[in-house]
């Protein structure tokens, strides 16, 4: 039995690899994003360690070098967290675009693959047509071939009369 062969397999296999790829984009903007939560968090954590040695040294005598040296520190790592938000706020906006892209990619892979099922369907249509149509003649033909040569009617199909 022939095989359906869809002409538009190349677009498929190429919106399937495109696909892929922003599927790809979309994973390495979101392993951005974490890298980024995951620093800011540190420097959160840097910020709340600094504060809490301030308050420390404020307690009995005070060494300024000290104070001086934790709120500069502090300040960086403020000054850090600030950087890294703001890379935060652009890696949302890529992925928002990654993951529209996406969306768009599927979609058009569906619609080419949406098009080969209905074509495939329509092969199976006239495929079973065909051999529907090929079983016919292989039984009209038998039937012309058990039948006598000079009875009445050999030369016409037999009629079925309601009885």
Avoid: C, K, N
Avoid at 27 to 49: F, K, W
Avoid at 61 to 89: I, K
Wanted: zero cysteines.
């Amino acid at each position: 039995m022939p095989r359906f062969r869809f002409p538009l397999d190349p677009v498929l296999r190429m919106r399937e690899r495109t696909e892929r790829a922003r599927l790809a984009e979309v994973a390495a903007v979101e392993a951005e994003r974490q890298r980024l939560e995951q620093a800011i968090r540190r420097e959160q954590s840097l910020l709340v360690q600094g504060q809490q040695r301030q308050r420390d040294r404020l307690q009995g005598r005070v060494d300024m070098r000290d104070l001086r040296a934790d709120a500069s520190a502090t300040l960086g790592a403020m000054r850090r967290a600030s950087r890294l938000a703001v890379e935060l706020a652009g890696t949302y906006r890529r992925s928002e675009e990654a993951r529209r892209q996406l969306m768009l990619a599927a979609r058009d892979r569906r619609a080419v693959e949406r098009l080969r099922e209905h074509r495939e369907e329509a092969w199976r249509r006239e495929q079973d047509r065909r051999e529907a149509a090929r079983l016919d003649d292989v039984a009209a033909e038998a039937w012309r071939r058990g039948r006598p040569a000079d009875a009445p009617g050999a030369d016409e199909p037999a009629r079925e009369d309601a009885a």
